[in-house]
């Protein structure tokens, strides 16, 4: 199945309001516990690298992302999501943003 934009997850984000050096990453839970979901930069036209994460248990799982690969500048963003066996449900989406 193709990737499909999650309705009413758009949002901006610049790492460099955060100072010097930021790691982020992202984490959420698949209520259906099938399927796949990543970060999509609308801005640069591009999946996030390493963002794409699946599950396939059946029951609702949560997901956590190793370190993406956030774009310098203000950019917007949103999350798609694929799920072969049909539909799928992302609850509590949010960025982890760590500083040093």
């Not at 099938?34 to 963002?51: F, Q």
């Not at 029951?59 to 690969?69: A, C, H, L």
């Not at 609850?91 to 500083?99: A, C, D, E, K, Y």
């Amino acid at each position: 199945s193709d990737w499909t934009k999650i309705s009413g997850t758009d949002f901006s984000f610049d790492a460099a309001l955060y100072g010097g050096s930021v790691e982020v990453s992202w984490q959420g839970w698949i209520e259906n516990g099938k399927g796949s979901v990543r970060l999509y930069d609308s801005t640069n036209h591009r999946a996030v690298d390493s963002s794409e994460l699946s599950v396939d248990s059946g029951v609702r799982s949560s997901f956590y992302s190793k370190p993406i690969s956030i774009w310098r500048g203000q950019n917007q963003y949103y999350l798609e999501g694929k799920n072969p066996w049909g539909e799928m449900t992302v609850s509590g989406p949010r960025l982890r943003i760590v500083t040093r």
